[in-house]
């Protein structure tokens, strides 16, 4: 059995997210897959994360805490080449592995082994039952485990958009308090075109020295934090409006959030908004669309949004032009899931 978990983008709402406003994020179909090992191995800080929060909920003797010791996961389609492409391995890893010692862990203390579904929070798969709340909550938790120690706790958005997959609206009114997952639907009408910016970021990096110009800068970063906060809330509207006004709504909302990054950079003095974004913009603002950055910025991955009449080649041939490389990756709207092992 192994368990597989998507990767994320940020289309709206970053930074301003860690303030409790809301992010519009979808999960892609770049997947990290985690295996059991016969024996315990080494892992990284997040696996070794996943395996202390099952312990101390569950304590080291359970099953699924012996479990998440002998995981191992692949997260090579999270890269282009040599390039992190930013579309929150980390998160997926979390989740994969999360998913999968709880499996693991059902099977090895006697838990049950047949199909089932219909709860709150459970969805059906093949031969065992796959809690997605229960994920969640010991993914978040683990995740932050892992990260506190570099200063950037995360919102969870990434981790929520993995569990659940496809497009949702998350937010943390309180900051650290429960988190809101809403589903919603991604109109047809609107195509995104995701695209590496040429640089690798790190996003806690670019979130501390976010938060050290806001000490320095608070009332031009403020602002600029607002403007993120108004235009995600604005595309979270057009995500829920009627299928008649949603796309150019959401594309609308899309070219706000764009402008509020550009906002955000200029008050912050960073470099969040890589040049071939702003010359891709251009460009696709004359076919009806936009180009922005996603989650922290500063490179990695963007997106183009269009209508979805314009021609894709169209698109494509303006971003190379403006110096972005188009990836081939797609939404997907599976989630976490487990698996027979093919290998």
């Known amino acids: 059995m192994i368990a597989t978990a998507p990767g994320k983008l940020i289309l709206t ?20 897959v985690a295996r059991r090992n016969a024996i315990p191995r080494g892992s ?28 191992s996961v692949d997260s ?3 890269y282009n080449r040599a390039s992190k492409l930013g579309l929150g391995s980390s998160a997926a890893v979390t989740v994969a592995a999360t998913a999968l010692a709880l499996e693991q862990g059902e099977i090895g203390g006697g838990g049950p082994a047949g199909f089932a579904g219909g709860a709150a929070g459970i969805a059906p798969r093949g031969i065992a039952t796959i809690n997605r709340r229960e994920i969640l909550t010991v993914a978040l938790a683990a995740h932050a485990r892992a990260q506190g120690p570099r200063g950037a706790r995360g919102s969870g958005a990434d981790i929520a958009a993995s569990v659940y997959g496809g497009t949702i609206a998350f937010s943390r009114p309180a900051g650290t308090g429960p988190c809101l997952i809403e589903p919603m639907r991604w109109p047809g009408a609107v195509a995104i075109v995701p695209f590496f910016t040429g640089v690798a970021a790190d996003t806690a990096q670019l979130v501390a020295r976010v938060a050290a110009a806001r000490d320095a800068h608070r009332p031009a970063v403020d602002a600029a934090l607002a403007a993120i906060a108004e235009a995600s809330r604005a595309a979270c509207t057009a995500l829920a409006a009627p299928a008649d006004v949603s796309p150019v709504a959401l ?3 899309l070219a706000l959030a764009a402008d509020a990054t550009d906002r955000l950079a200029a008050a912050a003095r960073i470099d969040l908004v890589p040049a071939c974004v702003t010359a891709a913009r251009a460009a696709l603002s004359r076919l009806g669309g936009t180009a922005k950055t996603t989650g922290a910025g500063g490179g990695d991955v963007g997106i183009a949004a269009i209508p979805a009449t314009v021609d894709v080649t169209i698109v494509a041939r303006s971003l190379i032009e403006a110096g972005c490389q188009p990836l081939r990756i797609a939404l997907d709207d599976t989630g976490v899931d487990l698996r027979p092992d093919a290998s």
């Open 251 to 253: 594309l609308g909302a």
């Open 44 to 71: 990284s800080p997040f696996l070794v994360a996943v395996a202390e929060e099952i312990a101390a909920r569950r304590g080291e003797t359970d099953p699924a805490a012996r479990a998440a010791l002998e995981i």
């Open 13 to 32: 709402g970053e930074y301003a997210v860690l303030d409790g406003a809301p992010a519009v994020v979808v999960a892609v179909d770049r997947r990290a």
């Open 76 to 78: 090579t389609a999270f």
